[in-house]
């Protein structure tokens, strides 16, 4: 199945801002997130297709998966 990852912030540096990419059926947030090496500690928002999602949550085709790193500021 095909899925829209999109990445914000400073998970696009060598990565890409937004791509298509193929997964198995029933692959969940977290699978993609450390297939893309990032692991749970370093998101901030995880959303589908613009709702908030749970790291287990299960992706469909055509899902379009955004995440957006911990930030910090004062």
Known sequence: ??????????????RFKEAEKAFPDGVDCLHVIQSLEFTARD????????????????????????????VGGG
């Not at 199945?1 to 060598?14: C, S």
């Not at 998101?43 to 911990?70: C, K, Q, S, T, Y």
């Open 1 to 14: 199945m095909i899925v829209t990852v999109k990445l914000f912030a400073h998970f696009r540096n060598g």
């Open 43 to 70: 998101m901030g928002i995880v959303m589908v297709n613009g709702l908030h999602a749970a790291l287990d949550r299960p992706l469909e085709d055509r899902d379009i998966l955004a995440l957006f790193p911990l």
